[in-house]
């Protein structure tokens, strides 16, 4: 192999990340090997699948899931001792139920069709002073908001309320452990056993302009540069808001299910790695990526539209790894526009009608369709390593439909919406049947995996591969790794070596051919870096399955999922049911591909981070709860091992500073007017003194950051038209030294603006400290001159 060697700009990067590294494994040596921090969430509501385990059962991976017999869960649990920090939970699998299940009697039980619930609440977090959640691109932090992000909840039961289902849709880039099994835990205190592990799944749109800082293990703490328990309660509470608000609505209703393909908005960003796949697999199909849509619509029992969830297989990520302002990305503007669409009168964010964009199977799909070119020559780069003849992999990007990032991800969230909206036009195909879900906690480390009658393999510890550090064509690295890699690097494995050891034979033989950069399931400093506990679960409405994925399938992954889910249904007599991917949901265990796919070592293969048999791992173990489901055996079920709860996180080492108007000024004070006209078409500016605006997830006294008003000489009042929801506004934080800081709110008019008299309000929050005293948070406001909106 010839000598490598390295430009000085890749010395001083390597440097840098040495130096960088060093530093945060003391730190974290130093602060957090602690003891008794972890908790086990207690199961949320009743256990309707009663206890097997007693507290000295390992689950052995032995047991029954045989080729032609009782696959499933029960047989591929490993024992718990291996997960270091993890193995403190106690007799976890003796506990009794302590919640008496209390059904709430509808107030109409006689009709066809399901009690539905819809529900809608703000969940954005903090939107600076933390990274985005995405493309753990370093220094790619908040710094406003585009647009919030909303939880959106549907609730279906049936007529007599015996069952019931939860599903809620979450504009973050996916839902991680911690954030589950706290709201879990609030359900429970509120609720009782109404709402629990088994029915309840939550899913992530996956948005990568999100916040980050809500995760519990390592490698995801060390992403979000920290854990930040203010973004982490507001997420929990707006999620728990939409579910309450979904609870308390919920009227008689039908549900209606509907099909068809969506074209031009998607590419396969590994198409290298699908070629893989059996051709006569891949003849099956007519393109590489899936193209069909599902709808659900929501109707009361006057045919009154409640809600809608979509769900379609693509990469939120038309918002590039340029991008500082929160946002839901493509995905999000088509809720957007749905929910304009359907509450009209309202702003954004408001009215009764939910709809909801759900993830898919979308591990390998962009939505940056001009595809993958060297941004500095313009040739293609769509090969095997996603590289450049010049500049190598670092110069290889995929470009959306549009101008810029913004207007891609209109341009793709509008041909979205439009044809969830023809397909819910023309939804006649009802939802009925009875509700049913099953739930296990698996130990995906130690599953036996039956590959034919006569031989097995198994899951392995958790590891990243050489090519996870290169990125997508959709965001790529910042150190010049290249996808493809099925070899390491002496260089980087020594300083690997150095600081976090070597990995062991076993993890290495068990990965392979994935050359192993990070071997994150045997650390465990200041807690796992990965999760061992995974959630595997099915929710069923009639002949409708959702599956709950804890990742990012691939697209060949999702097609073999999908269709051994349903021949499993089908097997023990429930036929034709429509299987459903719900992608990033419950827990985030990066991606899932096929065990071809795993040969290349592309992106999605050296993040598949259980090894090369984790797809047949998952479908043998969702294959085992359909079995349960379709005989009616869910209460025979093991529960698994239960996840862990740390007490004590890596906080971020942002700091908490005093703000500081400058001298002569107060908050919101402005520095730049708006101009005394404005034609539509043109971009309203005005620059106010700010503060922080992680202020405003503590204190939230104000439900916007700002609003955009018109006079109405009629009632000589003025009427707020957008907010900060609204795709036509941007509110920019600019950080500047000591404390100070200024605002700049855009308002980009749009055709449809009515000609008249505006302003621009500004609403904040500044951290006070006075000597000897604790900080406080205070809300203030600045209003802008007003100007004229003209249409000539």
Known sequence: MAKRTFSTLEMFLIFLLVMMTAITV??????????GTIENHKDSGSHIFPTTQGPTATQSSTATQGPAATQGPMATHGPTATQGPAATHGPTATQASSVTRTLEPPLFQNFSG?????????????????????????????????????????????????????????????????????VLNRLQSKYGSLYRRDNVILSGTHTHSGPAGYFQYTVFVIASEGFSNRTFEYMVTGIMKSIETAHTNMKPGKIFINKGNVDGVQINRSPYSYLQNPQSERARYSSNTDKEMVVLKMVDLNGDDLGLISWFAIHPVSMNNSNHLVNSDNVGYASYLFEQEKNRGYLPGEGPYVAAFASSNLGDVSPNILGPHCINTGESCDNANSTCPIGG???????????????????????????????CASASQEVTGPLASAHQWVNMTDVTVWLNSTHTAKTCKPALGYSFAAGTIDGVGGLNFTQGKTEGDPFWDTIRDQLLGKPSEEIKECHKPKPILLHTGELSIPHPWHPDIVDVQIITLGSLAITAIPGELTTMSGRRLREAVQAEFALYGMQNMTVIISGLCNVYTHYIATYEEYQVQRYEAASTIYGPHTLSAYIQLFRGLAKAIATDTVAN????????????????????IVDRAPIGRTFGDVLQPAKPEYRVGEVAEVVFVGANPKNSAENRTHQTFLTVEKYEATSASWQIVYNDASWETRFHWHKGLLGQSNATIEWHIPDTAQPGIYRIKYFGHNRKQDILKPAVILSFEGTSSTFEVVTT
């Open 637 to 656: 079920l093991s529960r698994g091992p239960e996840p862990p709860f740390f007490k004590q996180l890596i906080t971020s080492l942002i700091p908490n």
């Open 393 to 423: 992999p670092s110069m290889c990007m995929a470009m959306g439909p549009g101008q810029d990032m913004l207007d891609s991800t209109q341009i793709i969230g509008q041909s979205i919406y439009q044809r969830a909206k023809e397909l």
């Open 114 to 182: 399901y009690h539905i619930g819809v529900g809608r609440a703000d969940c954005t977090g903090q939107v600076a002073d933390i990274n985005l959640m995405g493309y753990s691109k370093n220094g790619q932090n908040a710094r406003g908001i585009l647009t919030r992000l909303y939880s959106r909840a549907f609730i279906m039961a049936e007529p007599d309320g015996s069952n019931r289902v939860l599903f809620v849709s979450i504009d973050i880039g996916m839902v991680s452990q911690r954030l589950r099994l706290e």
């Open 26 to 35: 003391a730190l974290l040596s130093l602060l957090f090997i602690t003891s």
